[in-house]
């Protein structure tokens, strides 16, 4: 984290001494260290939580191409079948539609070709 040797310690221990006196360095110390652990894990925290977002975009850029290649697949394997689908309703509404137009359009038929009136 910090580039510091032996010999920089070394002093800052020494003006340390100095300022607080032997008896509240070592709390000095302690304190110091305590803060420094406490810095480095929310560093720490704060790395992972980055590292683990940065891997969920990843995963959910690569769930959203998949679901899109999917989805084309599927509907090129759909297409056909609705294809056929409607071909096959079409064939069979024209009959239906054709009697209709027989029944509906039709003259009536006279079945008495020779002149004589039916009573």
């Given amino acids: 984290m910090f580039d510091i040797g032996f010999f920089e310690l070394l002093l800052i221990s020494i003006v340390g001494l100095l300022v607080f006196g032997p ?3 070592l709390d000095a110390v ?3 260290t305590r803060w420094m652990k406490r810095l480095r894990r929310s560093f720490d925290e704060v790395r992972t939580e980055i590292q683990r977002e940065l ?3 990843e995963v959910m850029r690569d769930l959203k191409s998949s679901a899109t290649e999917f989805e084309k697949e599927m509907k090129g394997l759909t297409e056909p079948l609705q294809n056929q689908l409607h071909e096959i309703k079409d064939n069979i509404d024209a009959p239906e539609e054709d ?3 027989d029944s509906a359009g039709a003259a009536p038929q006279d079945h008495g070709t ?3 009136v039916k009573s």
Avoid: S
């Fill in 55 to 57: 891997h969920n975009d």
């Fill in 114 to 116: 020779t002149g004589e």
């Fill in 30 to 32: 302690r304190v110091t």
């Fill in 99 to 101: 009697k209709h137009a």
């Fill in 23 to 25: 008896d509240q360095f």
